[in-house]
């Protein structure tokens, strides 16, 4: 009875071993290797170890075992996630398969690709846009604005041109334009204030610059009227710089010989008063061009009377020019 009884348990031992090693063998390498520690160094109870090799013996899920020795060893264990559909022979040939290579080495290989080169481009883009354009521009429009200064006006436009293929800069078309006005470039000055008013919404200082240059410069007030009204006035509508210059350009036109002009240049002022005059800080402004009308139409009782409104306290609000021709004309009816 006793013989039977030892080959019963070595029969159990032997199916046993078998059993494990088998179901062992379906597991991941990193598993098998963290569970073959665990029995060498021996340094958990009989229990502990009886429970993870139970474990094996009822062939629980590899993420399951995987957990259990993580926490028993204090260690990290990835176990893919197609290796609970294959034991570890098949995962082995599975490995070796078109369909893992794509999935795990081809794909997030070109994935990976894909972001470092659009990490790259971004890089690039960045760089170009906010370093290299705007020095290569800046030198650029630098050396033109010194041609200028040195008579070479065709270089200086070439030079323009070069940093506009960089990066445009509005203050560069202002400093151009004024420079070439300064050289009586005045074509090239044009070319300027187009270039401003197409490129920047009809920005309203251009069209003030380009119609006083018109007007003061070169006394062709038709051009200055009709910059004034269809480039400034169509698109900043009842502005008063802008009806500002109207009126002064009507009364230097006016002054030219064209005297029919003078009531449009009134007209001009008296809606200035209508639409600003209650705030304070423009009536005088306003009030003093409408005596520059009344000097220039040599009407002596309306002069004095703005004179009166005027003096004293009042002179500094009068502008420069508007206060040297009052001046002027008080001189001229005394004296002259």
Same mark, same amino acid.
């Given at each position: 009875?006793?013989?039977?009884?030892?080959?019963?348990?070595? =029969?159990?031992?032997?199916?046993?071993?078998?059993?494990? @090693?088998?179901?062992?063998?379906?597991?991941?390498?990193?598993? $098998?290797?963290?569970?073959?520690?665990?029995?060498?160094?021996?340094?958990?109870?009989?229990?502990?170890?009886?429970?993870?090799?139970?474990?094996?013996?009822?062939?629980?899920?590899?993420?399951?075992?995987?957990?259990?020795?993580? =926490?028993?060893?204090?260690?990290?264990?990835?176990? #893919?996630?197609?290796?609970?559909? $294959?034991?570890?022979?098949?995962?082995?040939?599975? =490995? @070796?398969?078109?369909?893992?290579?794509?999935?795990?080495?081809?794909? #997030?290989?070109?994935?990976?690709?894909? /972001?470092?080169?659009?990490?790259?481009?971004?890089?690039?883009?960045?760089?170009?846009?906010?370093?290299?354009? #705007?020095?290569?521009? %800046?030198?650029?429009? &630098?050396?033109?604005?010194? /041609?200028?200064?040195?008579?070479?006006?065709?270089?200086?436009?070439?030079?323009?041109?070069?940093?506009?293929?960089?990066?445009?800069?509005?203050?560069?078309?202002?400093?151009?334009?004024?420079?070439?006005?300064?050289?009586?470039?005045?074509?090239?000055?044009?070319?300027?204030?187009?270039?401003?008013?197409?490129?920047?919404?009809?920005?309203?200082?251009?069209?003030?610059?380009?119609?006083?240059?018109?007007?003061?410069?070169?006394?062709?007030? #038709?051009?200055?009227?009709?910059?004034?009204?269809?480039?400034?006035?169509?698109?900043?509508?009842?502005?008063?710089?802008?009806?500002?210059? /109207?009126?002064?350009?009507? /009364?230097?036109?006016?002054?030219?010989?064209?005297?029919?002009?003078?009531?449009?240049?009134?007209?001009?002022?008296?809606?200035?008063?209508?639409?600003?005059?209650?705030?304070?800080?423009?009536?005088? &402004?306003?009030?003093? $061009?409408?005596? $520059?009308?009344?000097?220039?139409?040599? %009407?002596?009782?309306?002069?004095? %009377?703005?004179?009166?409104?005027?003096?004293? &306290?009042?002179?500094?609000?009068?502008?420069?020019?508007?206060?040297?021709?009052?001046?002027?004309?008080?001189?001229?009816?005394?004296?002259?």
């Amino acid at each position: 009875n006793n013989c039977y009884r030892v080959n019963d348990e070595l =029969k159990r031992r032997v199916v046993f071993k078998v059993i494990f @090693q088998k179901n062992l063998a379906e597991y991941p390498l990193n598993v $098998r290797i963290a569970l073959e520690d665990i029995v060498v160094k021996n340094e958990l109870t009989d229990d502990a170890l009886f429970e993870v090799l139970e474990m094996v013996l009822r062939k629980v899920p590899a993420r399951q075992l995987a957990s259990k020795l993580e =926490k028993m060893m204090d260690i990290q264990l990835d176990v #893919p996630r197609d290796f609970e559909m $294959r034991t570890a022979s098949e995962y082995e040939a599975y =490995k @070796q398969s078109v369909e893992y290579k794509l999935k795990n080495q081809i794909i #997030p290989g070109a994935i990976l690709s894909t /972001l470092a080169a659009i990490l790259v481009f971004c890089i690039f883009v960045v760089v170009k846009t906010f370093i290299y354009d #705007p020095i290569m521009a %800046n030198n650029f429009y &630098k050396e033109g604005y010194a /041609l200028i200064q040195k008579d070479e006006y065709k270089l200086s436009e070439e030079s323009f041109n070069k940093a506009l293929t960089y990066k445009q800069v509005k203050k560069w078309f202002y400093r151009y334009a004024e420079s070439y006005r300064e050289h009586k470039q005045y074509e090239r000055a044009r070319m300027m204030y187009r270039n401003l008013l197409a490129r920047y919404n009809h920005d309203k200082k251009a069209g003030l610059d380009w119609a006083k240059m018109e007007s003061n410069d070169l006394m062709n007030y #038709p051009d200055a009227e009709r910059i004034l009204k269809r480039e400034v006035l169509d698109y900043h509508i009842n502005d008063p710089d802008a009806i500002l210059a /109207l009126g002064d350009n009507y /009364l230097d036109w006016a002054d030219s010989g064209q005297t029919d002009k003078y009531p449009l240049a009134k007209e001009q002022y008296d809606l200035l008063m209508q639409l600003y005059g209650n705030k304070s800080s423009l009536y005088d &402004k306003f009030a003093g $061009r409408q005596m $520059r009308y009344y000097i220039r139409t040599d %009407n002596l009782a309306q002069v004095l %009377n703005f004179k009166q409104y005027f003096y004293p &306290k009042k002179l500094k609000n009068l502008e420069p020019g508007d206060l040297t021709e009052l001046s002027g004309y008080l001189l001229d009816k005394r004296y002259g």
